[in-house]
């Protein structure tokens, strides 16, 4: 089965500064990547997400970018603001399945 | 759209008896559901697909006679804690696949149970 990893596992930043969240999966099967934040106690909330046929995706502040060849996906934060603080999750889909990174947790210093 | 509700948001049961969530599509049909497990400051663990009309399919490790899920509608999906233990005690969480929509891979996520065995 798929196997998605995620680093860092916490992420410390200043507001105003960029954060970047990395993962690799080992399927090449895997042809979707959504991302979603999650507030402690809460659902999770699909903020960006890109299939396997683009490389690039913006959203505002946010972007997704993915490397098919090396099997690893990122995201990136710009501009970051204290609200932006919670756990992220990257996930591979394949196979009607979805497979979860083990989450970042994001930490927007004010 | 695509709003997901589970209920109850909280349990707090004996240890033994038998738990209840429910999972609902309010406002469009879901021909599949997902049931997830997640531990304090995990991930989510994939527990079973749901697919209405059919068998769920259970994820390596996850014991169906213990979790019972039935997916009777395509917008009601239940998953059954039998015989609780502490160690079940955790946070469920549900989520949806619209049927209609044209990105078939968008899941939708309920609010959660949070289930605690005494």
């Known amino acids: 089965g798929e196997n998605v990893e995620q680093h860092p596992s916490t992420l410390s930043v200043q507001e105003g500064d960029s954060a970047v969240i990395k993962c690799t999966y080992s399927d090449s099967a895997s042809n979707y990547f959504p991302w979603y934040k999650q507030e402690l106690g809460k659902r999770p909330q699909l903020i960006i997400d890109?299939?396997?046929?683009?490389g690039e995706k913006k959203d505002q502040r946010i972007a997704v970018t993915l490397n098919k060849t090396a099997k690893h996906f990122s995201l990136h934060i710009t501009e970051t603001q204290p609200e932006d603080s919670a756990v992220y999750f990257c996930a591979a889909y394949n196979f009607n399945k979805f497979y979860f990174g083990s989450g970042t947790k994001l930490n927007v210093k004010p | 759209g695509a709003v997901v509700s589970q209920h109850p948001s909280w349990v707090i049961c004996k240890s033994g008896t038998s738990v209840k969530i429910e999972c609902r599509s309010l406002d469009f049909q879901a021909t599949t559901m997902f049931w997830y497990r997640q531990f304090p400051k995990q991930s989510l663990m994939l527990m079973a697909t749901s697919n209405e009309g059919s068998k769920a399919t259970y994820e390596q490790g996850v014991e169906k006679d213990k979790f019972l899920i039935n997916h009777a509608s395509l917008t009601l999906s239940t998953l059954t804690v039998t015989s609780a233990h502490p160690e079940d005690s955790s946070f469920y969480i549900c989520s949806a696949r619209d049927r209609d929509r044209g990105v078939q891979e968008t899941q939708y996520f309920g609010p959660g149970t949070r289930l605690l065995v005494l």
């Open positions: 890109i299939r396997s046929n683009v």
